[in-house]
């Protein structure tokens, strides 16, 4: 199942992508006399049980119900797949052949930071470019959206957690990220975390960690790769940081960047994000997320 949220005027909605369209759940399960998780908070902490709702309201609205899907007019845009999380955790040099075009030393346990919810955009996204930097880079990454709380799980059940997985693009100020030993500032800037356009549901995804990723900006291939090469699998990600803080339904983690960023070019090749490039995420399975940067 595709989740999204989306905003029609001043409402945030409550989605769901099928071959015809967006269904409003609102209004579909409304429509079909069904119970239902009506924003995305209600369909994380609902687990199965919502799920299944949704199913049953995908099939009424398939069965006759064509007026509940959404028109794709002026007043429909993307929201962030998630609204509020209470924790944006962040897996730094991740990918091995990354870790090498940066001449960094392979890590031997997980690189954590964070982001907050200020820095959430959504596909399609308009993402200002911060004044106080001309190094802003892109780094495609798969997000891991929890369903459950984990708190000092094992490897062998850290999928269980998990309710769904999306595409992100951990947007990184090169200079600030620098400017101490703490990299948040670089990281953490407004829109500086799109994440869409859906998230994907756990059991629609066979294996996180055998999944094609890339980039492109204006639609020039910037890096590809595959999840397999990460350093840390999800499993172990999601496990490691259970042994340090509780996950909650609705965080999200961000497992980290393949190889091809800009930092990762001889200094006067980089070619830094100007006003006006797109920037497109895609995952297998999972879509394409795209943001203009201005």
């Known amino acids: 199942m595709k989740l999204l949220q989306y905003k029609q005027g001043n409402q945030l909605k409550l989605g769901v992508k099928v071959d015809l369209g967006i269904i409003d759940i609102v209004a579909a399960s409304q429509a079909a006399g069904i119970s239902a998780p009506l924003s995305i ?37 993307y929201a962030p797949v998630v609204t509020n999380p209470q924790k944006i955790i962040c897996v730094g040099l991740n990918y091995r052949k990354h870790a090498e075009e940066t001449k960094a030393e392979i890590p031997t346990s997980p690189i954590l930071f964070n982001k907050f919810a200020n820095s959430l955009s959504a596909h399609d996204d308009k993402v200002e470019l911060p004044h106080t930097s001309n190094e802003v880079d892109y780094e495609a990454e798969l997000a891991i959206i929890i369903g459950k709380a984990a708190k000092n799980i094992e490897e062998a059940d850290a999928l269980d957690y998990v309710f769904g997985y999306s595409c992100a693009n951990d947007l990184s100020a090169r200079n600030l990220q620098r400017r101490t030993s703490q990299w948040m500032l670089g990281k953490s800037c407004d829109g500086f975390a799109p994440i869409g356009p859906y998230i994907v549901t756990a059991e629609e995804v066979n294996d996180p960690d055998k999944l094609t990723i890339s980039c492109r900006v ?61 920037v497109t995420v895609e995952i297998e399975q999972l879509g394409e997320l795209s943001v203009t940067m201005q």
Not at 47 to 75: C, F, R
């Open 41 to 77: 908070e209600e369909a994380i902490a609902g687990g199965e049980a919502a799920l299944t709702q949704l199913e049953a309201v995908i099939k009424a609205t398939a069965a006759n119900a064509n007026h509940m899907y959404v028109p794709h007019d002026s007043s429909f845009t």
């Open 218 to 278: 204006n639609g020039v291939q910037k890096q590809l790769s595959n999840t397999e090469d990460m350093i840390f699998s999800c499993r172990s990600i999601i496990s490691y940081i259970s042994k340090h803080m509780t996950l909650l339904p609705g965080d999200v983690i961000l497992t980290g960047t393949p190889e091809g960023v800009v930092i990762g070019y001889p200094r006067d090749q980089r070619v830094y994000l100007k006003s006006g490039d797109v």
